[in-house]
C-alpha cells in the first residue's frame, strides 16, 4: 500500500503558522513566520529511504503502524490537519479486494512455477516465495 502510493505525490507542500519563536535544523523561526514543508524532500531521501526512486514492494514490511503511515511517509498529511479520512480509504481498499475476491477465482498465472518448484517462507506474518508467483482472475459463474 504505501510503496505503490510513494510513487505518487499527493500533496506538494505543507504550510504551517509557527505559533511558538523556535529553531528548527539551526535555523531561528519567529512566532508567526509560515513555514513550508516539502513531503517530496523526504520521501524521495536516501537518507530515510534506501534507493528512494526505485518500485520496491516490501520497502514497507513489518513497519506498519496504528497511524497507518510511518515517521517518514506523508501520504495523507502530518498533523491535527491530516486527512481525516485516511482510515476509510484504507478500509474503503479493503472492501474493494474483498469485493474482488468474491467475484473472481484467483488462479496461478500462465508462467507461474509449480509448487514444488517455489521455496515458501514467512517474512514477518506475510508468506513470500523466491520466485515471482503471477496470478489470473476468472470471474466466477
Keep these: 500500500m504505501h510503496q505503490g502510493n510513494a510513487a505518487i505525490l499527493y500533496v506538494l507542500f505543507f504550510l504551517r503558522e509557527a505559533d511558538e519563536d523556535c529553531e528548527i535544523a539551526g535555523v531561528k523561526v519567529d512566532k508567526g513566520s509560515s513555514i513550508l514543508f516539502l513531503p517530496k524532500s523526504v ?3 536516501a537518507d530515510y529511504y534506501p534507493n ?29 490537519r491530516a486527512c481525516p479520512a485516511v482510515r476509510w480509504a ?22 507461474a ?23 489470473r482472475f476468472r470471474k466466477r459463474a
Design 113 to 135: 512455477p509449480g509448487m514444488d518448484e517455489v521455496n515458501a517462507r514467512f517474512r514477518g506474518t506475510k508468506v513470500t516465495t523466491d520466485k515471482p508467483m503471477p496470478i
Design 43 to 45: 520521501h524521495r531521501s
Design 52 to 80: 528512494p526512486d526505485v518500485f520496491d514492494p516490501h520497502r514497507f514490511d513489518n513497519n506498519e503502524s496504528n497511524t497507518l503511515q510511518d515517521d517518514y511517509w506523508f501520504g495523507f498529511g502530518i498533523g491535527p
Design 90 to 111: 484504507f478500509v474503503a481498499i479493503k472492501i474493494f479486494i474483498a469485493n474482488v475476491l468474491i467475484k473472481y477465482d484467483v488462479l496461478p498465472g500462465e508462467d
